[in-house]
């Protein structure tokens, strides 16, 4: 079982929960233009209409991902692969930031189910090194 932390930094309440169940599935291939973010402590991740900046990073892990909705439309952060971290719903992103944080290594694939589908849209990929 991975150890994922997920700390909703604008509210102390429960995170809502999405009523639509987004599309899970296929094996997602590593992308070539991963950008390295290792050595920080903390990285932002803006979630507009239709991207996240950074949309594919390399982190160590323990890093906070503190991911922001900067687009006039709502946003989830969604993983393609079930169970590898919690979903961050679309109301949990307008109440303010939201952290995620990643201690097991491996790979992330991610999505926003509001604007694309695990392969398509609003996609981006979350690798976690070793140390």
Do not use: K, W
Not at 19 to 28: D, S
Not at 102 to 107: A, K, S, V, Y
Request: with cysteine; charged share 20%; proline share 9%.
């Amino acid at each position: 079982m991975s150890l994922v932390t997920i700390v909703a930094c604008a509210t102390d309440d429960p995170l809502p929960i999405d009523l639509a169940e987004p599309e899970q599935g296929p094996e997602i291939e590593r992308p070539e233009d991963i950008v390295d973010l290792t050595g920080n402590g903390e990285i932002t991740v803006e979630v507009g209409d239709n991207y996240f900046s950074p949309r594919n990073f390399i982190v160590d892990p323990g890093t906070r991902i503190v991911f922001v909705n900067v687009g006039f439309t709502p946003h989830n952060v969604i993983s393609t692969r079930e169970g590898a971290f919690e979903r961050i719903p679309d109301a949990a992103l307008d109440q303010g930031p939201v952290t995620l944080i990643l201690e097991d290594p491996g790979d992330y694939p991610l999505f926003c189910s509001i604007h694309g589908t695990a392969t398509f849209g609003q996609t981006g990929y979350i690798v976690v090194t070793a140390t």
